[in-house]
Nanobody, 121 residues
Framework: QVQLMESGGGLVQPGGSLRLSCAASGRIARINAMGWYRQAPGKERELVARITNGDSTNYADSVKGRFTISIANAGSTVYLRMNSLKPEDTAVYYC???????????????WGQGTQVTVSS
């Protein structure tokens, strides 16, 4: 019953900005970490940014200084602010929550449906 709803993707010119959002719903006991991944055609899915509820963050080297991940709504929503976008940022972006559905359950990964980001002139 846990679902992640993504929004915010679209077409933007190089140098532009977008903000992606992902909201979790359903029965969730604990959210341990949230992140954004992306997958370009013909390439493997890669980590873009990750954050824990303790505010520890990790970024891919290719996006450091341009992208910012943040949490809102007591950890139920994660954002990715993308500035100075480049054509190589074009990909499908997926949000990820590492969470425990019930306090007696194992930790598991949940994924959003993906949102397309296209950076082009």
């Amino acid at each position: 019953q846990v679902q992640l709803m993504e929004s915010g993707g679209g077409l933007v010119q190089p140098g532009g900005s977008l903000r992606l959002s992902c909201a979790a719903s359903g029965r969730i006991a604990r959210i341990n970490a949230m992140g954004w991944y992306r997958q370009a055609p013909g390439k493997e899915r890669e980590l873009v940014a990750r954050i824990t509820n303790g505010d520890s963050t990790n970024y891919a080297d290719s996006v450091k200084g341009r992208f910012t991940i943040s949490i809102a709504n007591a950890g139920s929503t994660v954002y990715l602010r993308m500035n100075s976008l480049k054509p190589e940022d074009t990909a499908v972006y997926y949000c990820n929550f590492l969470l425990i559905p019930n306090y007696n359950s194992d930790e598991a990964n949940y994924w959003g449906q993906g949102t397309q980001v296209t950076v082009s002139s």
